[in-house]
């Protein structure tokens, strides 16, 4: 945690420095552009937060299973054949890389009572109870692809009446997903969603035709209720199945459509608790995508301060600023880094704060007699060095290789979006 929060308070400085830095530049379009960019920035690194997850759903439809396939360990106990949700309680799932909080409830209609003590009459009302203490990010609603024609008005009806008291409570439209869990169950069952290749194609056609049918019947129920047709956001079949050997270590791995449903998340969720859940899941395109939006955030804040007619200043913040993105990818990635550590990073790829200042002042030296030309320059090669960190960063942490190649995506990319940068300016 102290190198999550060096990072967190060194990029916290910087965007502060940097605010102060543009306060003695004259207003204009620039410096406006810079502002929201580095509040987009503020809230995904700096404000980050846990994400937040209602799960919502019968006895037996999975919800421990789901949060320990979005977590890829066995953080929640699974029930078999009781209920093991003893009350509506918000718990905190911790790993190495983070924690996720989820409203874990006691299954909706479940015909027998927990082992454990609850000063709540009924699910609704022990569910309802910490859903005035916190706001949920969204609700997910669990049911078994075989119980969708089993009493799901009655479900629903429940959902309905959470999300409208959520809703009242905290003055927030909260999203709806619903997720339609052990696909692998249906038939034929024998048919490996999650490993298709060793499957004949014509059984995994009829089984995945199985899936779309579940989901279209799910979502007409849902559809033909108007006070949550608005809020719902998905209805996604999925397969959370994982089993576990005594010692910790996994036997099986049957997740199917868990990295789509974990997307579907990080679309709606509020900015400062994306990266946690994609830190969290370990899904290698979504943390190449996060990654991919810092990238540009601060290349285009690099880019805007080489642009500013300061001589020299601009060394100073854009270097900081690319130190953080390397720290902010690893971070990303589900490493943590020291700001030291980043800048030797820098260095492993042949960029260094020397460098990279000589880079911009020749470019301004070469075209000194045209003033706008020479900030055309600089911030072309601000914006692509920039650019070509970021990438070498994703390539390295969130793919794994090694630094010779980091090193030599780094050139490619920085030479190929500065010739881009150069040919869209003129």
Same mark, same amino acid.
């Given at each position: 945690?102290?190198?999550?929060?060096?990072?967190?308070?060194?990029?916290?400085?910087?965007?502060?420095?940097?605010?102060?830095?543009?306060?003695?530049?004259?207003?204009?379009?620039?410096?406006?552009?810079?502002?929201?960019?580095?509040?987009?920035?503020?809230?995904?690194?700096?404000?980050?937060?846990?994400?937040?997850?209602?799960?919502?759903?019968?006895?037996?439809?999975?919800?421990?299973?789901?949060?320990?396939?979005?977590?890829?360990?066995?953080?929640?106990?699974?029930?078999?054949?009781?209920?093991?949700?003893?009350?509506?309680?918000?718990?905190?799932?911790?790993?190495?890389?983070?924690?996720?909080?989820?409203?874990?409830?006691?299954?909706?209609?479940?015909?027998?009572?927990?082992?454990?003590?609850?000063?709540?009459?009924?699910?609704?009302?022990?569910?309802?109870?910490?859903?005035?203490?916190?706001?949920?990010?969204?609700?997910?609603?669990?049911?078994?692809?075989?119980?969708?024609?089993?009493?799901?008005?009655?479900?629903?009806?429940?959902?309905?009446?959470?999300?409208?008291?959520?809703?009242?409570?905290?003055?927030?439209?909260?999203?709806?997903?619903?997720?339609?869990?052990?696909?692998?169950?249906?038939?034929?069952?024998?048919?490996?969603?999650?490993?298709?290749?060793?499957?004949?194609?014509?059984?995994?056609?009829?089984?995945?035709?199985?899936?779309?049918?579940?989901?279209?019947?799910?979502?007409?129920?849902?559809?033909?209720?108007?006070?949550?047709?608005?809020?719902?956001?998905?209805?996604?079949?999925?397969?959370?199945?994982?089993?576990?050997?005594?010692?910790?270590?996994?036997?099986?791995?049957?997740?199917?459509?868990?990295?789509?449903?974990?997307?579907?998340?990080?679309?709606?969720?509020?900015?400062?608790?994306?990266?946690?859940?994609?830190?969290?899941?370990?899904?290698?395109?979504?943390?190449?995508?996060? +990654?991919?939006?810092?990238?540009?955030?601060?290349? #285009? =804040?690099?880019? *805007?301060? &080489?642009?500013?007619? %300061?001589? /020299?200043?601009?060394?100073?913040?854009?270097?900081?600023?690319?130190?953080?993105?390397?720290?902010?990818?690893?971070?990303?990635?589900?490493?943590?880094?020291?700001?030291?550590?980043?800048?030797?990073?820098?260095?492993?790829?042949?960029?260094?704060?020397?460098?990279?200042?000589?880079?911009?002042?020749?470019?301004?030296?070469?075209?000194?007699?045209?003033?706008?030309?020479?900030?055309?320059?600089? +911030?072309?090669?601000?914006?692509?060095?920039?650019? #070509? =960190?970021?990438? *070498?960063? &994703?390539?390295?942490? %969130?793919? /794994?290789?090694?630094?010779?190649?980091?090193?030599?995506?780094?050139?490619?990319?920085?030479?190929?979006?500065?010739?881009?940068?150069?040919?869209?300016?003129?």
């Amino acid at each position: 945690m102290g190198e999550q929060n060096e990072l967190r308070d060194a990029v916290a400085e910087g965007l502060r420095n940097l605010e102060e830095f543009l306060d003695k530049i004259p207003g204009g379009g620039v410096t406006r552009d810079v502002r929201d960019r580095v509040g987009a920035l503020r809230q995904l690194l700096v404000e980050q937060r846990d994400p937040r997850f209602a799960l919502v759903g019968r006895r037996g439809s999975g919800k421990s299973s789901l949060i320990n396939a979005i977590m890829g360990e066995p953080i929640a106990v699974v029930g078999h054949e009781t209920s093991a949700t003893g009350r509506g309680a918000w718990y905190a799932y911790s790993s190495e890389r983070g924690r996720l909080r989820i409203l874990d409830t006691r299954g909706l209609q479940e015909g027998s009572r927990p082992d454990c003590p609850d000063d709540a009459a009924s699910p609704r009302e022990s569910i309802l109870k910490e859903l005035r203490a916190e706001c949920p990010d969204a609700v997910l609603f669990l049911i078994k692809a075989k119980e969708v024609d089993s009493a799901v008005d009655g479900d629903l009806s429940e959902v309905e009446h959470l999300l409208k008291a959520a809703h009242e409570e905290h003055g927030a439209a909260i999203p709806l997903l619903a997720v339609v869990t052990s696909c692998d169950e249906l038939e034929p069952k024998n048919v490996k969603l999650h490993a298709p290749e060793g499957e004949d194609a014509r059984d995994i056609e009829e089984k995945l035709a199985r899936v779309r049918a579940v989901e279209r019947h799910l979502e007409v129920k849902i559809r033909d209720r108007a006070p949550l047709k608005d809020r719902l956001i998905g209805v996604l079949g999925v397969s959370s199945y994982q089993s576990w050997r005594g010692d910790g270590s996994r036997r099986a791995d049957e997740r199917w459509r868990i990295d789509a449903l974990v997307g579907k998340l990080v679309d709606e969720l509020p900015k400062e608790a994306r990266v946690g859940l994609v830190r969290l899941s370990q899904i290698k395109h979504l943390q190449r995508s996060l +990654a991919g939006t810092i990238a540009m955030l601060i290349a #285009g =804040i690099c880019a *805007a301060i &080489a642009v500013l007619p %300061i001589p /020299g200043s601009d060394i100073v913040p854009i270097t900081s600023m690319q130190v953080s993105l390397v720290a902010s990818v690893a971070h990303v990635s589900g490493r943590t880094m020291t700001l030291r550590s980043s800048a030797e990073f820098l260095g492993a790829i042949g960029m260094n704060v020397g460098l990279s200042f000589a880079f911009r002042e020749l470019a301004r030296g070469l075209v000194k007699l045209v003033p706008a030309a020479g900030s055309a320059a600089s +911030a072309a090669i601000a914006y692509a060095t920039t650019l #070509g =960190i970021g990438k *070498a960063a &994703a390539a390295y942490f %969130i793919d /794994g290789v090694g630094p010779g190649d980091a090193r030599r995506i780094f050139a490619s990319t920085r030479d190929a979006e500065r010739e881009r940068y150069a040919r869209a300016g003129e």
